[in-house]
């Protein structure tokens, strides 16, 4: 049973930082490009950041703040999220995929406010 469990979402203020963590389990994790997008209320879900075959691709709206990172030990993949504005503000989704499969976590909230 596939399952990515995303966690660390929160409140946070303009400039802050959090890091979001999504532990993967029942797949071949190795063998999977790991993502994580966001949505925000009101608009499509868009790609974040990306990393698969020790490449990473980020959004450029995140180039420089974010950093996506994966151990493939705990089977984890992070988010470090710095340098945080409101426009940041969304539900962030855990997603594997290869090939034709595609996983997705349930989504972990953040809110960047003052």
């Known amino acids: 049973q596939v399952q990515l469990v995303e966690s660390g979402g929160g409140l946070v203020q303009p400039g802050g930082s959090l890091k979001l963590s999504c532990a993967a389990s029942g797949f071949t994790f190795s063998t999977y490009a790991m993502s994580w997008y966001r949505q925000a209320p009101g608009k499509e879900r868009e790609l974040v950041a990306s990393?698969?075959?020790?490449?990473?691709n980020y959004a450029d709206s995140v180039k420089g703040r974010f950093t996506i990172s994966r151990d493939s030990v705990k089977n984890t993949v992070y988010l470090q999220m710095n340098s945080l504005k409101p426009e940041d503000t969304a539900v962030y989704y855990c997603n594997a995929r290869r090939s034709y499969d595609a996983y997705w976590g349930q989504g972990t909230q953040v809110t960047v406010s003052s």
């Open positions: 990393s698969a075959l020790g490449f990473t």
